[in-house]
Nanobody, 121 residues
Framework: QVQLVESGGGLVQPGGSLRLSCAASGSIISIYTMGWHRQAPGKQRELVAGITSAGTANYADSVKGRFTISRDNAKNTVYLQMDSLKPEDTAIYYC???????????????WGQGTQVTISS
């Protein structure tokens, strides 16, 4: 099966930075859009950023100018560089990707288990 594994979460002070990584593995034919969502306790999961296989990116208004999404297609990996972090960025961050696997040749959405990001002084 296809798996997505996130890394890079942690605890930082307001104004600090973190870089999240998410690597896809398994029997993969193609990876299309990759991205990040986040969810704080008591709140709805929201889109943070997404990026196409060609490198076109989009961001939530709340993170524009502070976060940068990128990907390395050769490594099946997507990154999220987070700068100028604020307490309201605290959440579990989930990687997702639309992938065609070799098993059924069908495009499906896959999700990682999430990585905790906490912004606190």
């Amino acid at each position: 099966q296809v798996q997505l594994v996130e890394s890079g979460g942690g605890l930082v002070q307001p104004g600090g930075s973190l870089r999240l990584s998410c690597a896809a593995s398994g029997s993969i034919i193609s990876i299309y859009t990759m991205g990040w969502h986040r969810q704080a306790p008591g709140k709805q999961r929201e889109l943070v950023a997404g990026i196409t296989s060609a490198g076109t990116a989009n961001y939530a208004d709340s993170v524009k100018g502070r976060f940068t999404i990128s990907r390395d297609n050769a490594k099946n990996t997507v990154y999220l560089q987070m700068d100028s972090l604020k307490p309201e960025d605290t959440a579990i961050y989930y990687c997702n990707a639309i992938i065609t696997g070799s098993w059924d040749k069908i495009r499906r959405a896959y999700w990682g288990q999430g990585t905790q990001v906490t912004i606190s002084s």
